[in-house]
């Protein structure tokens, strides 16, 4: 059961970051000079949304696993 409260608590945060990304590439396009604070900025989010991704992953393996030693009703 814990395993599903990170997965969905990682999910908001990659939503979160997915918005921050937009909004950032939306400045940055407008931005004729493309500040490179901005660029760099963009790209530490990406970074942390593959992060982010991949911990997700890993809450929903280990989600699928604890749900597999379970023992069946019954038994």
């Known amino acids: 059961m814990e ?3 990170v997965a969905s608590g990682i999910a ?3 939503g979160l970051v997915e918005i921050i990304a ?3 590439s939306k400045f940055r396009s407008r931005d ?3 500040q490179s604070d901005i660029k760099d900025l963009l790209v530490e989010i990406q970074s942390l949304y ?3 991704n991949s911990l997700k992953l890993l ?3 280990l989600e699928d696993h604890q749900e597999d030693d379970q023992p069946s009703p019954g038994m």
Request: hydrophobic share 40%; with cysteine.
């Open 3 to 5: 395993a599903r409260g």
């Open 12 to 14: 908001g945060l990659i």
């Open 22 to 24: 937009l909004k950032g």
């Open 32 to 34: 004729k000079n493309e």
């Open 50 to 52: 593959g992060v982010l």
């Open 59 to 61: 809450a929903t393996c």
